[in-house]
T-cell receptor, first 114, second 114 residues
């Protein structure tokens, strides 16, 4: 596609439910990042993939959060037992080179946990 | 890890005036400093970036300066226009291993008034 695509654009769920957020990066980009952005804040790093493997998952807040990228393209961020504090916009970005290239962001998935 | 501070948090200028946003970073190993513009409901979009081997970079009405000794960098927008109104984020990134992620500032909301 022309840009990074994220689905769903909006997700409302109840506390305790399981959520999956999908990111389809720009074709050919090997680097993929997930960020979380709370209202009025800058994006906060969650996890970075280079190809299929998670090169850095130091930003995942706890073991309820997990992400996969099984074929090196589409990635899914999975959140178990959601809490109200998980409410935020989850941004995905991809780049042509892991360490030195520009990152291209999607429009984000807004998650609201009631 | 890297820590990026950004000032001011809000900035209001009249159309045609200049706007300056400043950031400081903590990790002397950081070598890539992008600036992103985020409009309401959209993902961040790169507007300009600078690498550590350059002190200044200009692109039409936008310029960025970098002082590696002091560990600070600034965004300068001249001849501001209403469409420049948005939230601007600075970021910093290293080039190896777990330092490959972008660390963002907290953002500056720029309002250009007529």
């Amino acid at each position: 596609g022309a840009g990074v695509s994220q689905t769903p654009s909006n997700k409302v769920t109840e506390k305790g439910k399981y959520v999956e957020l999908r990111c389809d990066p720009i074709s050919g980009h090997t680097a993929l990042y997930w960020y979380r952005q709370s209202l009025g804040q800058g994006p906060e790093f969650l996890i970075y993939f280079q190809g299929t493997g998670a090169a850095d998952d130091s930003g995942l807040p706890n073991d309820r959060f997990f992400a996969v990228r099984p074929e090196g393209s589409v990635s899914t961020l999975k959140i178990q037992r959601t809490e109200r504090g998980d409410s935020a916009v989850y941004l995905c970005a991809s780049g042509p080179r892991g360490n030195t290239g520009e990152l291209f962001f999607g429009e984000g998935s807004r998650l609201t946990v009631l | 890890g890297e820590n990026v501070e950004q000032h001011p948090s809000t900035l209001s200028v009249q159309e045609g005036d200049s706007a300056v946003i400043k950031c400081t970073y903590s990790d002397s190993a950081s070598n890539y400093f992008p600036w992103y513009k985020q409009e309401l409901g959209k993902g961040p979009q790169l507007i300009i970036d600078i690498r550590s081997n350059v002190g200044e970079k200009k692109d039409q009405r936008i310029a960025v300066t970098l002082n590696k000794t002091a560990k600070h960098f600034s965004l300068h927008i001249t001849e501001t226009q209403p469409e420049d109104s948005a939230v601007y984020f600075c970021a910093a990134r290293g080039n190896t291993g777990t330092a490959s992620k972008l660390t963002f500032g907290t953002g500056t909301r720029l309002q250009v008034t007529l």
